[in-house]
């Protein structure tokens, strides 16, 4: 019977609930998938056939090719693509997801409520991604993170992928053909001792800003350096720790000649 009735209230969780979830995901713009694929699903047979035109290849500073996954991300920036994302784990206030007159349900529903409202959290990652790097965010997949809801806190732990495109810049990069991308990997932390991230929200902000600063330093500078992935976690402790890719076109090592692959 307890089963029973737990199950009838999840059924009555998803039917309460789920209206917000579902309105969240109508309201996306076209080529904003959960399957990354389905961005260019819309486009007409001129884009598509420019498309085929481009180049989609790089080469890396040992003369191979790079993965298409890796080379995709720097230079598809037209385009939703798999490979460039950033994905943030956090803690979250259960009740940030209500709307205006909801109250929480009861402990055992929490759970489902964070999960089915997951796309709140990520809604507002995404405004802060188009307020310092991306040119457009699409949600690719955002859910509570299983167990971890805190009902006494009443808080709970998210995990959040979105895809972007980068901001638009006046300076053009080196020709990919006779360039190697070079890759960068970044470690930003912040602990209880500093007051410069005081919030996930702030700590984004801060782990962005790093990685845009690093890409105009050295020899980078000038040479088309995008920051083409992110993976970011805070914890409501003040403890935050972030990973950025960086990539930029240096100019091929003497002794490579490009060759542009078959095929």
Not at 184 to 202: F, K, T, Y
Request: hydrophobic share 45%; glycine share 8%; proline share 5%.
């Amino acid at each position: 019977m307890l089963r029973l009735l737990i199950g009838l209230g999840v059924l009555m969780m998803l039917a309460g609930f789920g209206a917000a979830g579902w309105q969240f995901v109508q309201s996306r713009q076209p080529g904003e998938p959960d399957a990354v694929v389905a961005a260019d699903a819309g486009q007409g047979d001129a884009a598509a056939q420019a498309r085929k035109s481009e180049q989609t290849w790089l080469i890396s500073p040992t003369g191979g090719l790079v993965p298409q996954r890796e080379a995709l991300a720097y230079l598809s920036q037209d385009r939703f693509v798999e490979g460039r994302t950033i994905e943030v784990t956090r803690t979250a206030l259960l009740t940030d997801l209500l709307l205006d007159g909801e109250k929480l349900p009861d402990a055992p529903y929490l759970e489902v409520l964070a999960d089915i409202r997951a796309p709140i959290i990520a809604e507002k990652t995404c405004a802060i991604l188009i307020e310092r790097l991306a040119a457009e965010c699409a949600l690719n997949s955002a859910r509570v993170v299983e167990g971890s809801v805190d009902a006494v806190g009443e808080r709970a732990r998210f995990r959040i992928q979105l895809v972007y495109r980068l901001k638009e810049t006046d300076a053009a990069i080196p020709d990919p053909a006779v360039h190697a991308l070079n890759t960068e990997r970044l470690e930003i932390a912040v602990d209880q001792q500093s007051d410069i991230a005081a919030s996930a929200e702030d700590f984004l902000r801060l782990a962005i800003d790093s990685a845009l600063q690093s890409c105009t330093e050295g020899k980078k500078a000038g040479l088309g350096c995008r920051v083409t992935q992110m993976d970011v976690t805070w914890y409501e402790t003040g403890v935050g720790a972030a990973r950025a890719e960086i990539g930029w076109l240096a100019p091929l090592p003497k002794g490579i000649i490009p060759v542009k692959p078959l095929g």
